[in-house]
């Protein structure tokens, strides 16, 4: 019998194996060659941004599901890499050291720290010898070397692009900084302004991010995100020709054979032919209206419940198809990121133009065969052509083919392939990110600083307050932006831009591989023994742009030589959302906790107003105070048992509200499987048969559901399993130390002082993972559905493989079935071998 233990005490436990794996570097991994591939796995969590709140219990749920994972691995003989860093550059260190004058680079440390504190509290298996940070010198080293390759490959060039510009804050927003148009920090009216930014051209490698989705392991709404945001079409350019005007305008269309029902055309108010276009008669109303455009974000001006507004430029164009004069308006529904920010207007067959013309009165001309009046409402199904002259008579495809013919003949439009993506923006006008390693000359242009001088560092400033100009801070350091042309000498001045957050993300995978390396952002030996991902595990808000700027700097490193695969990552998995309770009023706000009073278990008011709440399931946020601190949990539960509790709380990949009874009794099985072991004695002696076939398939319930992050189910398992074990007096070793591994890789802590109190030593990592074999994973008893005419009249237990004369005898003589069988003419019998039996009566 085990020495008597206390009630169990998680505190004493989780301090003692935390400090043990530290010592003895127990996670930390190296490269043995001689591992084959297959038996080395790369596990990845989305690094986390270490803002100054810490973490919730929301970000544990993806960290705990990569560690089990990890730890079962380890078990079952693979090399396993599990790294853990930060994503320090961002925009909230910088408002902060805005707001408070404390160097962002101080805040971003301590926040790290807290961060690490918290995160190994819980008992991850990180490889902490791996640590990155984005916003070290050592680390964006390497992000300035990738830039300079992009630079050097033709992918970055300049472009004024519009931007958000607070006019208060003297400064461009990122859009997250920007709240129903207007500026987060002081609430001013936000304005597009065109300013000088670092574009990459992401648009290069569209076919590729495309059609490589088809070769990685994600959920098919992830793919469908990007395939949507990708947004690949076929279709033609179409050449307007802009009367009493030297100029034309070209519209991109999927749809080159409604041209006959366009009516009018629409350029977006950033179209560099709008004061070309733009009439004496009509500039005052053009100006008001592009005024008042740069006020709204692309989101309000493509919403489609919205109010159409729009001006006519006093300009008219001519449709190629049949030469009529067709009046040319500014309207801010269409958008010059996408197309060519001019469109030929169909009202007859889209809805937008339809309201348009009815707003304006503009004329609409049916050119599909319609089931409505177009005149009351716009046909957006398809239909055979009419009013098109020689398209007549045909279907959209036939139709489509024959003016494709027609404008190529004469030259008025072109086959063309559009893409909803658009050239990544990649300046931003910020102090506390990466220094974009160019030098502008008067003479040689824009040139790379010299390999051999990266890192080329952020400058020690005192002020981080925007220059006014809407250039980044930086812009302010005259010794900083005056220097040398690398190439000729000469007088010359930095980018004074900086990187945005996404790109220390866009490679930090390929830098934990070789963090330490100073020669190379990371070796061709580590990059292959670990490539790709295996198992890339976030929240699914990183469904796009993260995962696609990722994809594309990789897709460039691969056509450069310097990684082996096309993809990084080759199976995501989108965790859930962890979320908690709010209330809400009847006009659907929500009321912050701490203004909230409970009345009854189900009766909550309003403190301030006494107005009767109701309690629904919300985000986690700051201002509800709803926010579940992970601290408070590990201090009164243990790690333990909130790491098994977010398991246990559904499906990994569903979204599940937080409840402390469910952890309570989560709490409550750990203490049973302490006790268990305290007050039962060990034996050597073999489990009998029953409990033999409980274990064995708990091995084999619990290897699946791990294998195949089924957490919850392979928990509920291990309970069934120890509720069997208390109805006995004597604990088998066998079945008590199988119990602990199992255990292991959910709750580490207390399955490694369960296994020393066994008598091991060593710890469970290098442990076997427990075999199960199959001849006990299947029943010999079954139960047997005996059934009359189809409905169920009895259900006994049997002896498995019973033939078919000995089950219709057991049918047949069952109390149950022989009141519905008495005096009945027996029409057919039928048997399902071990499944039922159903007797046909009449």
Same mark, same amino acid.
């Given at each position: ?21 530290? #010592?003895?570097?127990?996670?930390? !991994? ?150 129903? %148009? ?46 949507? =945001? ?123 133009? =339809? ?6 009165? $503009?004329?609409?001309?049916? !050119? ?43 030259? $008025? ?18 102090? =506390? ?18 390999? #051999? ?36 000498? %000469? ?15 866009? =490679? ?13 952002? !990371? ?21 796009? $742009? ?110 599940? *509200? ?70 006995? #007096?004597?604990? *088998? ?14 709750? *580490? ?53 019973? %033939? ?18 008495? %005096? ?19």
């Amino acid at each position: 019998m085990m020495a008597p233990m206390s009630k169990y005490p998680f505190h004493e436990i989780e301090t003692k194996w935390q400090a043990y794996w530290d #010592e003895h570097q127990t996670f930390a !991994v190296t490269e043995d060659p001689s591992i084959p591939k297959d038996k080395r796995a790369y596990v990845l969590d989305m690094f986390p941004y270490p803002s100054g709140a810490g973490l919730h219990v929301g970000h544990p749920e993806g960290y705990t599901a990569t560690d089990i994972y990890c730890r079962f691995l380890r078990m079952r003989g693979y090399n396993v890499l599990h790294p853990m860093g930060f994503d320090s550059f961002g925009l909230p260190a910088e408002n902060y050291a805005i707001k408070t004058g404390t160097h962002p680079k101080a805040t971003t440390e301590k926040n790290i720290e807290n961060f690490r504190k918290q995160i190994k509290s819980l008992g991850f298996s990180y490889d902490w010898n791996r640590e990155i940070s984005t916003h070290s010198s050592d680390y964006y080293r390497w992000t300035q070397w990738i830039f300079i390759q992009l630079f050097n490959k033709g992918l970055a060039y300049e472009s004024h692009t519009p931007i958000n510009w607070c006019g208060q804050c003297k400064t461009g927003l990122a859009n997250e900084e920007v709240k129903d %148009g207007k500026c987060e920090r002081c609430g001013t009216t936000v304005v597009r302004k065109n300013i000088r930014q670092w574009v990459l051209k992401i648009t290069e490698y569209a076919d590729k991010l495309l059609s490589d989705l088809d070769s990685v392991d994600w959920p098919e709404s992830v793919k469908l995100m990007q395939r949507n =945001w990708i947004g690949r079409s076929e279709g033609a350019s179409v050449f307007f020709k802009v009367d009493e005007i030297d100029a034309q305008l070209e519209v991109y269309t999927t749809r080159a054979d409604t041209l006959y029902g366009a009516t009018y055309m629409v350029v977006a108010p950033e179209h560099p032919l709008v004061s070309q276009l733009t009439k004496v008669g009509q500039k005052a109303a053009v100006e008001a209206y592009l005024e008042a455009s740069a006020r709204k974000s692309d989101l309000e001006r493509t919403d489609l419940a919205k109010d159409k507004t729009g001006v006519f430029s006093g300009s008219y164009a001519i449709n190629p198809v049949n030469g009529k004069r067709i009046p040319i308006w500014i309207a801010d529904y269409v958008l010059i990121s996408y197309g060519t920010g001019a469109i030929m207007a169909v009202p007859a067959h889209d809805t937008r133009d =339809w309201e348009f013309a009815k707003k304006f009165n $503009l004329p609409i001309i049916e !050119v599909l065969k319609s089931e409505v009046d177009v005149q009351t409402q716009a046909w957006t199904e398809d239909g055979i052509h009419v009013n098109s002259d020689f398209l007549d008579g045909l279907n959209k495809e036939d139709a489509i083919e024959a003016m494709l013919a027609w404008l190529l003949e004469r030259k $008025l439009g072109s086959k063309a392939i559009n893409y909803k993506l658009r050239d990544w923006i990649f300046s931003r006008q910020r102090y =506390w990110g990466e220094p974009i390693p160019l030098v502008h000359c008067p003479t040689c242009g824009t040139v790379a600083v010299p390999i #051999e001088e990266l890192p080329l560092l952020l400058p020690e400033v005192t002020s981080y307050e925007p220059s006014g100009t809407g250039e980044s801070p930086l812009a302010k350091i005259d010794e900083w932006v005056h220097c040398s042309c690398p190439v000729c000498g %000469g007088e010359a001045k930095r980018e004074t831009n900086t990187m945005p957050q996404w790109a220390g993300s866009c =490679w930090y995978y390929l830098r934990y591989l070789d963090p330490k390396n100073a020669n190379e952002f !990371v070796s061709k030996e580590m990059e292959a023994y670990w490539m790709p991902v295996d198992l890339y595990v976030g929240g699914a808000e990183h469904a796009v $742009l993260h995962l696609l700027y990722a994809r594309f700097w990789h897709k460039v490193l691969f056509d450069l030589g310097l990684v082996s695969t096309s993809e990084p990552f080759k199976r995501l998995v989108n965790q859930g959302m962890i979320t908690s309770y709010a209330f809400q009023r009847k006009d659907k706000s929500l009321v912050p906790t701490d203004m909230v009073e409970e009345q009854s278990p189900d009766v909550f008011i309003e403190k301030a107003t006494g107005e009767t709440l109701e309690r629904v399931i919300a985000k986690m946020s700051k201002s509800l105070k709803n926010v579940i601190n992970p601290d408070e949990i590990i201090t009164e539960f243990g790690a333990d048992s909130m790491r098994m509790y977010e398991m246990f709380m559904g499906p990994l990949e569903v979204s599940k *509200p937080w409840a402390t009874t469910g952890l309570v009794g989560v709490y409550r099985f750990l203490d049973r499987i302490w006790r268990l072991f305290d007050e039962r004695e060990i034996t050597d002696a073999e489990p009998d048969e029953e409990l033999k076939r409980t274990l064995h398939k708990s091995i084999k319930k619990v290897t699946y559901d791990t294998n195949s992050l089924n957490f919850n189910t392979a928990i509920s398992q291990m309970m069934v399993l120890v509720n069997e074990l208390y109805k006995i #007096e004597i604990l *088998p070793r066998e079945v008590g130390e199988t119990l602990v591994k199992l255990l292991g890789p959910y709750v *580490p802590h207390l399955a490694e002082e369960l296994w020393e109190r066994l008598g091991h030593s060593g710890g469970l990592s290098t442990v076997a993972w427990p075999a199960y074999c199959e001849e006990f994973t299947i029943d010999n008893q079954i139960e047997m559905v005996f059934q009359v005419n189809g409905k169920v009249r009895s259900k006994v237990t049997v002896p498995k493989g019973l %033939g078919k004369d000995e089950v219709l005898s057991m049918a047949k003589e069952d109390e149950k079935m022989r009141n519905w069988l008495e %005096g009945k003419t027996i029409v057919k019998e039928i048997v399902v071998p071990d499944k039922l039996v159903n007797i046909v009566v009449k």
